[in-house]
Each structure stands twice: as structure tokens, then as C-alpha cells.
């Protein structure tokens, strides 16, 4: 650490906070898709049934 300087601690802290956070994007996103797909599935199973 000696070589980021006196400031280190905040630097090495901003990419910690930034990696958090995308990765806390990517999971939602995940997240958010698995359940985009449940409702599509639910949607098509409902038409199939009308049809």
C-alpha cells in the first residue's frame, strides 16, 4: 500500500464501495430476470389455456 501513497485507504475504499455496487447491480439485474421470466411463463401458460 505504501506505493498508492497517504491516500491510499480512500482509494483502495472507492474501489471497494465501486465493486459493491456493480455488484449489487448485476444481482439485481439477475434477480429482476429470473422474475421477468416467471411472469412471461405465467402470461403464455394463461394464453395456451384461452386458446
Not at 444481482?27 to 429482476?32: K, N, T
Not at 421477468?36 to 395456451?48: E, N, P, S, Y
Amino acid at each position: 500500500m505504501g506505493s498508492l501513497g497517504p491516500h491510499a485507504g480512500f482509494i483502495l475504499g472507492a474501489y471497494a464501495f465501486t465493486a459493491l455496487v456493480i455488484g449489487a447491480l448485476i444481482w439485481r439485474s439477475l434477480s429482476d430476470h429470473r422474475a421477468q421470466k416467471r411472469a412471461l411463463a405465467t402470461l403464455q401458460g394463461d394464453a395456451g389455456e384461452r386458446a
